[in-house]
């Protein structure tokens, strides 16, 4: 039955792996978590109960670029009731879709927009038959530091008590099922195939400073195919491509203090191979469907395995061999570090903004958002916790830069998976090959003065 299904709504004549399963389960009514791989079909796990259900499903989206882009492949395809709302959008847009939003089949909406006051009654309005948790590790993994929100889901899901409420990720770490059911105080079953993706070769190499990073790079991206080039600052990330665009190749930029617009221009010129190399922080490539990513570099490393994971993933969606290189040098430990614990929420903190004491606007607010359902010590053990799991994040990525065995079996025991022995897996097995996928050089030369007047009058 389900398979007639599938064949109706998508034409597609089989599963891929995992997806009955999840499926099955939702219509079964039971709460999941979906642990596939990226590019194997998690969208279709809500998107056919809900045609089946005949039921409004509400997708929980951490990033305007991701919602934006499912919106834009379902369109594609045909479906004309999704409707979606963040703050990239002009107030036109945002009247049209909210007139569309009752009558949808497909709501993508952030946590912060369904939670603030004017929304959440209206919403709750809505007869859902689904809650999709759609990028789920992001409930953990970013902490609730950054996204406060993301505690708070139990307070959208506890209003639908009717609706079953499938998370979806490509990485889960082992205490994500705890975390999911803590927040929406409900059991999950969880269905999960393989997440080690076996076509994306895995090396690492240590330098002694940027300079000798730089010049491994300059020579790397001649052969490198499509790229995405991961860093941990913005500065970096603007350096880096006046060096990449010195070389001679075309190439953007994609951070947070960018623009809307400016962001959805870079990665559409990716998207449509206009720029061979995009230079990011890890703002950049969530549900991002480009299949032919053949190179993943880390210019820093990222802070834990489920960051790594979660980038190198967007290489090799096609299925063809791709690789994922990360770089060190030892000052990048700082970089890191700071990333991690430079505005980290101490016991302090939380007690101090509880005896009425004024602390930094941005930590006020993000405890202010916390208290609206849990008390102090739960706060504090929210923070302890998250503080303990990064600490363990970054020692395990310490751990991958000077690792003499296999990289993947590493990385995956993070996990809780074994991992078979492939062909080209990382340089410890001494099995890869670099991807030799050249990179046209296209920025225009300067013209001298001869050149220009041959242009002009010949
Ligand atoms: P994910 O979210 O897991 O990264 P997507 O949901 O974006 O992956 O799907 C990746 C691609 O796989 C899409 O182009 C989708 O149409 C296709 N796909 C999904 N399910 C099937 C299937 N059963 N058979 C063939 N193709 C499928
Ligand atoms: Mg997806």
């Not at 305007?64 to 709302?85: A, F």
């Not at 770089?327 to 005896?355: C, N, R, S």
Request: a neutral charge; one cysteine or more; charged letters at 25%.
């Amino acid at each position: 039955m389900l398979n007639k299904a599938l064949k109706q709504w998508f034409g597609f004549d089989a599963f891929k792996e995992g997806q009955q399963a999840i499926i099955q389960n939702v219509l079964d009514h039971k709460n999941t978590l979906g642990i596939l791989p990226t590019g194997s079909g998690k969208s279709l796990c809500y998107q056919l109960p809900t045609y089946i259900k005949q039921q409004p499903t509400l997708i929980i989206s951490p990033l305007i670029s991701l919602m934006d882009d499912q919106v834009m492949q379902m369109r594609k395809n045909g479906e004309r009731s999704v409707s979606y709302i963040h703050s990239g959008m002009s107030f036109e847009e945002k009247q049209k879709n909210l007139k569309r939003l009752k009558h949808s089949k497909f709501i993508f909406l952030s946590p912060e927009f369904i939670l603030h006051q004017d929304n959440i009654k209206w919403i709750t309005s809505i007869n859902l038959g689904m809650i999709v948790l759609d990028e789920a590790h992001c409930i953990t993994e970013w902490g609730y530091d950054f996204r406060p929100h993301y505690a708070l889901i139990g307070e959208i899901t506890k209003r639908f008590k009717k609706a079953t409420v499938l998370a979806l990720t490509a990485t889960a770490p082992l205490h994500l099922k705890e975390d999911i059911e803590s927040i929406v105080q409900s059991e999950f079953d969880v269905v999960k195939t393989k997440m080690s993706r076996d076509n994306i070769m895995l090396s690492h190499i240590n330098f002694d400073n940027d300079a000798q990073k730089n010049e491994w790079l300059k020579a790397a991206i001649q052969t490198t195919g499509p790229t995405i080039i991961y860093v941990s600052s913005k500065k970096k990330c603007r350096e880096l491509a006046q060096m990449i665009y010195d070389e001679g190749y075309l190439t953007g930029i994609y951070h947070g203090d960018l623009s809307y617009q400016e962001r959805q221009t870079v990665q559409q010129q990716f998207i449509q191979n206009k720029i061979p190399i995009i230079v990011a922080t890890s703002a950049f490539g969530m549900g991002i469907n480009k299949p032919d990513i053949r190179t993943i570099i880390h210019y820093h490393l990222p802070v834990s395995p489920s960051s790594y994971i979660q980038e190198i993933g967007r290489a090799g969606r096609d299925g063809q061999l791709s690789q994922a290189i990360s770089l060190y040098q030892p000052d990048d430990y700082f970089l890191l570090e700071t990333i991690l614990f430079a505005d980290v929420i101490t016991d302090d903190d939380v007690a101090a903004m509880f005896a009425g004491v004024e602390l930094p606007p941005e930590k006020q607010q993000i405890i202010k958002i916390l208290a609206s359902r849990y008390n102090q010590e739960e706060i504090q053990a929210i923070f302890k916790v998250s503080a303990n799991r990064k600490q363990e994040g970054l020692l395990k990525m310490m751990g991958y830069k000077n690792l003499k065995t296999c990289r993947r079996n590493y990385l995956m025991s993070y996990f809780g998976e074994s991992v078979s022995e492939i062909e080209h897996c990382c340089d410890n097995d001494q099995t890869v090959e670099s991807i030799h996928v050249p990179n046209k050089k296209k920025v225009a030369r300067k013209m001298d003065y001869l050149e220009k007047l041959n242009q002009i009058f010949i």
